[in-house]
């Protein structure tokens, strides 16, 4: 049974989801008062398709390519097993744009596989298009669906496999009666919300589609908003985008299983099926393609970038400050509203307030940017709040994740100390000084780290309300590449990477620098 929490961390916790939710429903008011029917563009019914089409076709490619590469790290012990699947988590964390241009740096025009390709005498490939979208979508959902699958697959007990050892079943009938039936639990999930992930991606198509056949909802608003100046096609395009991405996630919700983000898996039961050599070499093979495609695109970045470091120019160094300074204010956003929240939710019975946190993903940053642009323009210039607004954003976008992070230790805390806090007549900060805190910093020191590395490789609200004297530097790094400055681009890849990974480092070595059992 939960322990309930104090009155003041609910009234607390209360008014962090009211605010939560007002931001949200602010932006749709602002959309709403600006949509009228009938504004579409001559394109606006191709760029639905292709959000959905290439949404469906991410998740496809990456769930199905997922099984045998979760398989195999389910099957194999080998050293550096437990390494390799802590960097499937990387590129949760990575900037978008730092990944799109390894990709690009891998399978682009000039890249190592149309070197390759060229050498042999065989048609170079493109990267730009549908194809391009759904490479980098798969590039970073990949890992993801590897981690819900292998997750899955070790929630099966050893005692299992042991007893098809004993029974002497074949690899075929391992999979009929025991992993069968697990991917049909996990494989929906993960579908769902890698599904609901793509619709909401910006940056990817920005930099890899484009064009009447490679434009997707978020970009025809971008668009719109930068080229055209067409509030009200963009507000109807917003209100689209909500209906088709909050829709998604609302069905998301039933099916997406319940998932472990911080550690590493590797404590793997012992496995005494598929020991052939067919299915040893084909696991061996899976698991090096697997590493292939993940770590050259990262070693081609910095490969590229070091070099490129000397030519960065100076707005380079200024758009990092500024990005700099929006992850700090995400942080400090995020934790004021993740902290009351997940002590008013752990403090529940029933773990249903947990989907206010949710609210933030039913709406794209884009889409909210879009609204509270509206809301503000008639009052105050927005240009001038276009960092503050980027961090608003950035921290909603972070929060369900930060109370899924949150929550669980806080419930065990309450649990443990919350009858001895209530009969010492501990509430409210006293509570969260000597019990609460001392005993969440990890998490806290995780959430943050999470939320800092995120909101450092956003290009999402940034691209809406920045002007040039305005730029984060993921923004600045699209610039460079949009004028052809591809060394100083990939240098400054280089400096996006390293800040958002020390950031997250940073941020997670302090939440467990002597932190409490």
Known sequence: MAQRADPVTRIAGMTAAGLTVAVVLAACVGIVSRAEPGGFGPGDGAAIRFTVMQALLSAGFSVVLAVPLARALARRQFFGHGMLVMLLGVPFILPVIVAVIGLLAVFGRNGMLNTVLGAMGLPELSIYGLHGVVLAHVFFNLPLATRLLLQGWQSIPAERFRLVAQLDLSPRAVARTLEWPLLRQVVPGAFALIFVICLTSFAVALTLGGGPR??????????????????TRAALLSLVQLVVAGGAAMVALWFIPSVGIGGGLDRVPR???????????????L????????????????????????????????????SLGVAMLSIVVLLALALPMAGWIAGRASGGVEAIGLFGLSASPLMIGTGWFILLNPVVDPVAL??????????LMAL???????????????REYGRLSASLQMRGWSLWRWVILPRLRPQVGFAAGLTGALSIGDLGVIALFADPDRATLPLQMYRLM?????????????????MALGVFWICDRGGRWHAAD
């Not at 490969?303 to 380079?316: E, F, I, K, Q, Y």
């Not at 369900?400 to 309450?414: G, H, K, Q």
């Open 482 to 498: 949009g004028s052809y400055q591809m060394q100083a681009a990939a240098g400054a890849a280089v400096l996006l990477l390293v």
């Open 400 to 414: 369900p994740f930060a109370l899924r992070i949150l929550v669980p230790r806080l419930r065990d805390t309450l």
């Open 386 to 395: 276009a960092l503050p607004v980027t961090a608003l954003v950035n921290a």
């Open 287 to 322: 698991i090096l393609l697997g590493a292939a495609f993940l770590l050259l695109p990262l070693g081609a970045v910095v490969l590229r970038g070091v070099a490129g470091l000397p030519m960065m120019p100076t707005s380079v160094w200024q758009a990092a400050g500024a």
């Open 271 to 285: 496995r005494w099926d598929a020991r052939g050599g067919i299915q040893r070499w084909g696991d061996v093979a």
């Open 214 to 231: 490679a434009t997707t909802i978020e970009l025809a608003i971008y668009q719109t908003f930068r080229y055209d100046f067409d509030l």
